[in-house]
Nanobody, 124 residues
Framework: QVQLVESGGGMVQPGASLTLSCAAS????????LGWFRQAPGKEREFVAA????????RYADSVKGRFTISRDDAKDTVSLQMSDLKPEDTAVYYC?????????????????WGQGTQVTVSS
């Protein structure tokens, strides 16, 4: 069965850190770009971060630049998103996705495999 499974979500206070992980099953991450997207209630899904293959290029949304870091481990077919200094506006369901190509693109149209999402809630 082909699937991406996210983990690591939860409820934290503003200023806290959290790391999301995404593991592939039935498909490989090698040779493909990977990305993280998020969707808040009542809003459209938006790009968060992406990493190319090889991992020599990363892209971030302006809203998370300097606070979030994307990384990948092709030996384990995993991609992670380290989030620090979390803000209430970071509250959303976070999705990992595999790109059709090796690029670190920001358009969701470039991604063909998606996880089911993991909830991140930032609240005091």
């Amino acid at each position: 069965q082909v699937q991406l499974v996210e983990s690591g979500g939860g409820m934290v206070q503003p200023g806290a850190s959290l790391t999301l992980s995404c593991a592939a099953s039935g498909l490989t991450f090698t040779a493909y770009g990977l990305g993280w997207f998020r969707q808040a209630p009542g809003k459209e899904r938006e790009f968060v971060a992406a990493i190319s293959w090889p991992s020599d290029s990363t892209r971030y949304a302006d809203s998370v630049k300097g606070r979030f870091t994307i990384s990948r481990d092709d030996a384990k077919d995993t991609v992670s998103l380290q989030m620090s200094d979390l803000k209430p506006e970071d509250t959303a369901v976070y999705y990992c996705a595999r790109n059709r190509f090796a690029a670190a693109s920001y358009s969701s149209w470039d991604y063909d495999y998606w996880g089911q999402g993991t909830q991140v809630t930032v609240s005091s």
